[in-house]
């Protein structure tokens, strides 16, 4: 069965940065788009980056250049390089897996349970 299990979250100073995993298992993780998103409380989940089978990476404009998503087929594992943080970066972010080239939350089927990033001022 389809598995992704996130880590690396966890509580730094405005500036700082964090380094998330996603490591998959159950599927063939190279056949799949990639994606990272997350929900603040009270708010909806939002897209924040993904990554396309063929390496085209996309960004949410609020992320864009301090954020990197990679990810490594060998490894069944997809990575999200989180620099310059801001308190607004604070949520619980998920990994997901989709067959579709897609920035929307509702093309992807399968979802990891999260990871907490809290971000102080």
């Known amino acids: 069965q389809v598995q992704l299990v996130e880590s690396g979250g966890g509580l730094v100073q405005a500036g700082g940065s964090l380094r998330l995993s996603c490591a998959a298992s159950g599927f063939t993780f190279s056949r799949y788009i990639m994606g990272w998103f997350r929900q603040a409380p009270g708010k909806e989940r939002e897209f924040v980056a993904a990554?396309?089978?063929?390496?085209?990476?996309y960004y949410a404009d609020s992320v864009k250049g301090r954020f990197t998503i990679s990810r490594d087929n060998a490894k069944n594992t997809m990575y999200l390089q989180m620099n310059s943080l801001k308190p607004e970066d604070t949520a619980l972010y998920y990994c997901?897996?989709?067959?579709?080239?897609?920035?929307?939350?509702?093309?992807?089927?399968?979802w990891g349970r999260g990871t907490q990033v809290t971000v102080s001022s």
């Open positions: 990554s396309w089978t063929d390496g085209t990476t």
């Open positions: 997901a897996a989709s067959l579709r080239n897609s920035i929307l939350s509702r093309h992807y089927g399968d």
